[in-house]
């Protein structure tokens, strides 16, 4: 008899155990439900079955929610880099390709009507097409010498209008620079043509003035013989004979110098052959 009570009382204490059990579990599947978390840099956009998208996006941390009637979702909306190509036509009907980098983030003011226009992937949806038209639309505008000389201010046009027309779909763009830009082939060989004939055109304008130098110095060396036979003349007039024998001496002592300073020199006498005395001298 004692054994059956306990064993009812057992039971019982099993089944208030199992009951509190389900409750906590059943409990504690709703907070579970209940509870979402916002990481940093992301924002929470709340679909509300009764009511639709809330226009407040959810901050950073731990918010409740009503299960199954309530479902964030999360957004990032930190800055990410984007790159956007475009092959387009010049002033010059020149084609030429150009890449984008653009940095990009979403108007946190604005991320539910981001979400409900378009969706979590909008940089996707947007950044390729308003990027090609504004880079075509700009493009258009130079010719394709001009795209090299002014780059400056071709990028910073393509930055300006692309940062409005990226207003209008609520996307803030932090940066937007001109990473590549590359001509066709035929324009490409018409500038290396180009450097090749301003070369030779260098070319043959210093060969120009190097012959005209080159003239210019043989009209002052003439002048300079002319000068100098003047002088030597009117030196002749009024010295006579005498002054050409002073210079005919000069030289030769000039001429005397310089052969005593070199070696291996024989001096010969100047009555005749040296050789022709030896043999008559041994005759």
């Known amino acids: 008899m ?11 204490v099993l089944g208030t155990v199992g009951r509190w059990g389900v409750i906590l579990g059943v409990g504690g599947s709703a907070l579970q439900a209940s509870l979402y978390t916002v990481d940093g840099g992301e924002r929470a956009v709340m679909y509300d079955r009764l009511q639709g998208v809330l226009p407040e996006a959810i901050g950073e941390g731990t918010h409740l929610r009503i299960p199954w009637v309530q479902m964030p979702t999360i957004m990032d909306i930190r800055t990410r880099p984007r790159s956007i190509s475009s ?60 795209l090299l000389t002014q780059r400056d201010k071709v990028s910073k046009a393509v930055r300006e209008s692309l940062m409005q027309r990226a207003t209008e779909f609520n996307i803030l763009l ?9 001509f066709g082939t035929e324009f490409t060989k018409a500038v290396e043509s180009k450097q090749v004939a301003q070369q030779d055109a260098e070319r043959a304008r210093f060969v120009v003035m ?9 009209v002052i060396r003439a002048e300079g013989e002319s000068e100098s036979a003047r002088l030597i003349s009117e030196a002749t007039k009024s010295a006579g004979p005498g002054m050409i024998e002073l210079r005919r001496i000069e ?9 005593a300073k070199g070696r291996n020199i024989a001096y010969l006498p100047s009555g005749g052959n040296m050789l022709l005395g030896l043999n008559n001298t041994g005759a």
């Open 2 to 12: 004692a054994s059956q009570q306990a064993a009812q009382q057992v039971a019982k």
């Open 87 to 146: 092959v387009t036509g010049t002033k010059d009907l020149q084609m030429v390709n150009i890449t984008l980098r653009v940095l990009s983030k979403p108007s946190v003011e604005q991320l539910s009507t981001i979400y409900k226009n378009l969706g979590t992937d909008w940089d996707e949806r947007v950044l390729p097409s308003i990027g090609n038209e504004i880079v075509k639309a700009v493009v258009a505008q130079y010719n394709a010498e001009q």
């Open 174 to 182: 932090d940066d937007v620079a001109i990473t590549h830009l590359s």
């Open 210 to 218: 190097k012959a005209d130098q080159e003239r210019k110095a043989a």
């Open 251 to 259: 030289a030769a002592k000039d001429i005397a110098d310089k052969m």
